[in-house]
């Protein structure tokens, strides 16, 4: 049974920053590429940020660029978000997906499994 547990969410002022992350349990992580997402009320769920099964490349959305990075651990089964310089449309639950196929993957449908969510408020 594949798992993915976010954990690292809560609230933070405008400017800080916050660290997610992601434990998989149940796949051979490391043959999968792993994605951020988040989704804020109201609105689609959207890519965030990704890395390739290696870690040697990554990718992330416009909106984050410069502020966000995303690792992985393939030793520990894990992946981060580093999030710094945090605004407050940054406000989100944020979601952690593997997938196995393609390279940099960005669209939802390409991810198999997913994790449940981690709450990242951010106050103005």
């Known amino acids: 049974q594949v798992q993915l547990v976010e954990s690292g969410g809560g609230l933070v002022q405008a400017g800080g920053s916050l660290r997610l992350s992601c434990a998989a349990s149940g796949l051979m992580f490391s043959r999968y590429a792993m994605g951020w997402f988040r989704q804020a009320p109201g609105k689609e769920r959207e890519f965030v940020a990704d890395?390739?099964?290696?870690?040697?490349?990554?990718y992330g959305a416009d909106s984050v660029k410069g502020r966000f990075t995303i690792s992985r651990d393939n030793a520990k089964n894990m992946v981060y978000l580093q999030m710094n310089s945090l605004k407050p449309e940054d406000t989100a639950v944020y979601y952690c997906?593997?997938?196995?196929?393609?390279?940099?993957?960005?669209?939802?449908?390409?991810?198999?499994?997913w994790g449940q969510g981690t709450q990242v408020t951010v106050s103005s």
């Open positions: 997906a593997a997938a196995r196929s393609g390279w940099l993957p960005r669209e939802k449908r390409q991810y198999e499994y």
């Open positions: 890395i390739t099964w290696s870690g040697g490349s990554t």
